[in-house]
Nanobody, 118 residues
Framework: QVQLVESGGGLVQAGGSLRLSCAASGLTFSRYGINWFRQAPGKEREFVATINWSGGSTYYKDSVKGRFTMSRDNAKNTAYLQMNSLKPEDTAVYYC???????????WGQGTQVTVSS
């Protein structure tokens, strides 16, 4: 059974930092690209960042470039999203997604709440 468990969310003041973790089990983690999405109240879920299977390639939504950094540790089956200089508009539930597009496999975590106060 595949599980993705996000952690590290919380309440932080604007300008602060949080590090989200996505711990995976039940899959060969190193075969999967990992994505972070977020969904704010009343809005659609949106892409935030992605990292390829090796960690050698990352890509970010324009509004988080320079503030967020994604990484992964395949030995620990865990991906991370370091979020710095947080803004109130970053407030959302953040979701981890693992995908192996060549086999059409796609899994989601349950989400972790990030709230940034002004």
């Amino acid at each position: 059974q595949v599980q993705l468990v996000e952690s590290g969310g919380g309440l932080v003041q604007a300008g602060g930092s949080l590090r989200l973790s996505c711990a995976a089990s039940g899959l060969t983690f190193s075969r999967y690209g990992i994505n972070w999405f977020r969904q704010a109240p009343g809005k659609e879920r949106e892409f935030v960042a992605t990292i390829n299977w090796s960690g050698g390639s990352t890509y970010y939504k324009d509004s988080v470039k320079g503030r967020f950094t994604m990484s992964r540790d395949n030995a620990k089956n865990t991906a991370y999203l370091q979020m710095n200089s947080l803004k109130p508009e970053d407030t959302a539930v953040y979701y981890c997604n693992a995908e192996e597009s060549s086999r059409g496999l796609d899994y989601w975590g349950q989400g972790t709440q990030v709230t940034v106060s002004s």
